[in-house]
């Protein structure tokens, strides 16, 4: 588990830099990179519109760790009613 949330951080902070915090594009290549195995590649700009609306809770145009972990923790919930025991 420990390792799970090491790699987690690791690769927010691949993708975000310096700045802790990811932009649009920045989430997108993060998405299609990293997680395309359990979300479908994001081609549509509109898809990443609606997704990243929804991630940035405090408005600021950017997902910070906080608003990152969201998505894991809705990505972790859908996959483990997929992944059979």
Do not use: W
């Not at 998405?31 to 991630?55: G, V, Y």
């Not at 809770?57 to 608003?67: A, K, M, S, V």
């Amino acid at each position: 588990m420990e390792q799970a949330i090491v790699a987690i951080i690791n690769v927010f902070h691949k993708y975000s830099g310096n700045k802790s915090k990811l932009k649009k594009a920045e989430l997108k290549h993060l998405i299609n990179n990293e997680m395309s195995q359990f979300i479908m590649k994001i081609e549509e700009n509109d898809t990443l519109d609606r997704l990243f609306a929804d991630l940035d809770q405090n408005g600021d145009l950017e997902i910070d760790f906080q608003e990152f972990i969201s998505l894991i923790a809705m990505v972790t919930s859908e996959c483990h009613d997929l992944i059979p025991l």
